[in-house]
């Protein structure tokens, strides 16, 4: 049973990219999922979520309107596509489930964790 996130990289700001998150060993559909960021020295972030079965989406305010979140069922995977990158966006990203109905922020409740993967913004 894992998370498995893919996608990081270097970019320029004002530049594009999509995380992947790739589920194993257990059935998406049956969860949300949340994507949280980590810069150095500072703590997890919040970022985006997905709720189960309706595919509600909510954002953080730092990134509402550039980031969009979705999922494929079918192939088991959840998506963070970053547009209009900044330097701020720097970080660690994570993807994480959550059995809960309703959109999750809070970190501790979510109960799996993918290994994260390093998006730098950087010209």
């Known amino acids: 049973v894992q998370l498995q996130a893919s996608g990081g990289g270097l970019v320029q700001p004002g530049g594009s990219l999509r995380l992947s998150c790739e589920a194993s060993?257990?059935?998406?559909?049956?969860?949300?999922i949340g994507w949280f960021r980590q810069a150095p020295g500072q703590e997890r972030e919040w970022v985006a979520c997905i709720s189960k079965h309706d595919d509600t989406t909510t954002y953080a305010d730092s990134v509402k309107g550039r980031f969009t979140i979705s999922r494929d069922n079918a192939k088991s995977t959840a998506y963070l596509q970053m547009d209009s990158l900044k330097p701020e966006d720097t970080a660690a990203y994570y993807c994480?489930?959550?059995?809960?109905?309703?959109?999750?922020?809070?970190?501790?409740?979510?109960?799996?964790w993918g290994q994260g993967t390093l998006v730098t913004v950087s010209s």
């Open positions: 060993g257990f059935t998406l559909y049956e969860y949300a």
């Open positions: 994480a489930r959550t059995r809960r109905s309703t959109p999750v922020r809070e970190a501790g409740l979510y109960d799996l």
